[in-house]
């Protein structure tokens, strides 16, 4: 079956750095979505992205995340300025329709 | 978005069936009840969805109330790889686009597994 792809797996950066967390989603996937989950806490919806563009963000997806479908096959998350609550496990999922949708593996994201 | 309710956690044994309730009184009629399920250390896996009538797939059933207010999540047999945390999610069937299928996550139900 086809999977969701993430990469880092782990990333550890210092605060105040900008990392950028990558995404393959699965092919002819036409949705795409970046979730988060702190440790031990419920996972939070980010951003949807469908047609090129954001469709929906949430409180969470400030004016330091930013998304990007670079070339028609990666699916990025980027994160300016982090900070140390920034730390977290990031997953990327990709659907052909909104009732399913496939979950990438995760990267965890530490912010020292 | 309409809220469910889950209990905590549930035991279950090997090999036997486990039925995961999920109490979703608010539904409203355009709303798909979704099932996810996260296995530790992964990321969450669907499970099963539907509408009105009960649904079944090769990885469980969703029995779905007749006023739709509840439903029920069936593993048929269950085994040591079914532990996991369960999440009940309501899905609008309105708009197209990205914002129909944004999931909200609760805190699920914990699945235990006994050999």
């Known amino acids: 079956e086809p999977e969701v792809t993430q990469t880092p797996s782990h990333q550890v950066t210092q605060m105040g750095q900008e990392v950028i967390l990558r995404c393959v989603p699965i092919s002819n996937h036409l949705y795409f979505y970046w979730y988060r989950q702190i440790l031990g806490q419920k996972v939070e919806f980010l951003v949807s992205f469908y047609n090129n563009e954001i469709s929906e963000k949430s409180e969470i997806f400030d004016d330091q995340f930013s998304v990007e479908r670079p070339d028609g096959s990666n699916f990025t998350l980027k994160i300016r300025s982090t900070k140390l609550e920034d730390s977290a496990m990031y997953f990327c999922?990709?659907?052909?329709?909104?009732?399913?949708?496939?979950f990438g593996p995760g990267t965890r994201l530490t912010v020292l | 978005d309409a809220k469910t309710t889950q209990p905590n956690s549930m035991e279950s044994n090997e090999e036997e069936p486990v039925h995961l309730p999920c109490n979703h009184s608010?539904?409203?009629?355009?709303?798909?009840i979704h099932w996810y399920r996260q296995l530790p250390s992964q990321g969450p896996e669907y499970v099963i969805h539907g509408l009105t009538s009960n649904v079944n797939n090769r990885m469980a059933s969703l029995a779905i109330a007749e006023d739709r207010k509840s439903s029920t999540l069936i593993l048929h047999r269950a085994t040591l790889r079914d532990a996991a945390v369960y999440y009940c999610i309501l899905g609008s069937a309105l708009n197209y686009g990205g914002s129909q299928g944004n999931l909200i996550f609760g805190k699920g139900t914990k699945l235990s597994v006994k050999p």
């Open positions: 608010t539904i409203s009629g355009t709303d798909y």
């Open positions: 999922a990709s659907s052909a329709t909104p009732r399913r949708q496939f």
